[in-house]
């Protein structure tokens, strides 16, 4: 049967070929992008000691300024995307909670590249500046009890025999295919620093799949013929209980051995009482940032991160002439207010 008033309707041709059109863009887009800017903080705190703290930004790296396809997720999603467009899915289906960057991330991703989007949330049905995003993008959202989802979220075929023809990915996004883009992160900063390594990379961790993924980057190009310093990963922990550094350990003890650079750990002291929890001397901190240097951070991970750093720098954990590199993973969608 034929739809005269579909074919007569340009306007409906137009709006579908335009949607082609973007989605083409950000297929090319995301394959070759130019790296991120690596730029120096140009801080008196750390001057006054002779280090140098750069900041790989992350943030930058999305369809449009703004965008919760970025940073880390933008880094997280890509192969798995790439992967999805090679098979005959038709939509994308993950998990978190009600503040996941994650699911504001896979909603904004399926809108730009015509995905059908769903995402299961940890706990009762809330209002906030993440989900109503992620429901304009289009994301279908299904509220799940803290139980349920605890038994639920982890049963990849539970979801795929709901939802038949969806690629499903977990929590946080942090699978096999969120690796390959960690790493390249890692390497563009060794490739901008005029093939170098940084004394310390740092990176926030929430699973710790980010930094699992640039401990993977760092070690090819570490090898015997390597030459400059090694660098020392660094993990900031988010989250509350010590478990960062056990949970890592377990991440990379599922890859294939020797394919992680050793030299990283993890500081368990800057969570501020939990994830998404944040102090006075944490606002401060960033009330701080965004004045002196123009620069805006989340309060879920980047802040930690650099509030780490600077309490570090002041502990005198740095040497005189060591270079720091800080990513910028993203995340600023998290500072809207709660509505
Ligand atoms: C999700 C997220 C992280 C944590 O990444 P993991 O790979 O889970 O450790 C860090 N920073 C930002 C801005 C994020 O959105």
Redesign the pocket.
């Known amino acids: 049967m034929s739809h005269p008033e579909c074919i007569r309707d340009g306007s409906f041709h137009f709006r579908l070929f335009f949607f082609q059109e973007i989605a083409q863009r950000m297929w090319s887009q995301l394959q070759q992008h130019p790296p991120s800017p690596l730029v120096e903080l140009p801080d008196y705190r750390w001057q006054a000691a002779g280090v140098r703290l750069l900041i790989k930004r992350d943030d930058y790296l999305a369809p449009a300024p703004g965008d919760p396809f970025c940073?880390?997720?933008w880094r997280?999603l890509k192969y798995n995307l790439l992967h999805a467009r090679e098979q005959p899915y038709n939509a994308l289906l993950s998990f978190g909670g009600a503040y996941s960057?994650?699911i504001a991330a896979l909603a904004s991703a399926g809108r730009w590249l015509g995905y059908p989007t769903i995402g299961v949330i940890r706990g009762e049905e809330v209002h906030n500046h993440t989900l109503s995003r992620a429901r304009e993008d289009g994301m279908q959202l299904i509220f799940v009890s803290r139980t349920d989802f605890r038994a639920y979220s982890g049963l990849a075929d539970y979801w795929q025999q709901r939802f038949p023809g969806a690629y499903v990915l977990p929590e946080?996004g942090?699978n096999e295919l969120?690796l390959p883009g960690c790493a390249e992160l890692a390497q563009e900063v060794y490739q901008q620093l005029g093939d170098c390594w940084p004394t310390v990379l740092a990176?926030?961790?929430?699973?710790?799949?980010?930094?699992t993924g640039m401990a993977r980057g760092i070690r090819p190009l570490c090898g015997p013929q390597a030459v400059g310093p090694k660098p020392q990963l660094m993990g900031v922990s988010v989250l509350k209980g010590r478990f960062m550094t056990q949970a890592v350990h377990d991440r990379m003890a599922t890859l294939e051995a020797d394919t992680c650079w050793p030299h990283w750990h993890i500081e368990e002291d800057f969570h501020q009482g939990g994830y998404a929890k944040t102090t006075p001397a944490l606002l401060h901190f960033m009330a701080e940032m965004e004045q002196l240097h123009g620069l805006l951070l989340?309060p879920?991970?980047?802040s930690k991160l650099l509030f780490g750093l600077f309490s570090l720098l002041a502990q005198g954990r740095f040497e005189a002439g060591s270079t720091v590199v800080a990513v910028h993973?993203?995340?600023l969608q998290g500072r809207m207010p709660v509505q």
Not at 203 to 211: E, K, M
Request: positive net charge; hydrophobic residues 20%.
């Open positions: 940073g880390n997720k997280k960057n994650h946080g942090s969120a990176v926030a961790c929430g699973t710790g799949g980010t930094l989340d879920v991970y980047t993973s993203g995340g």
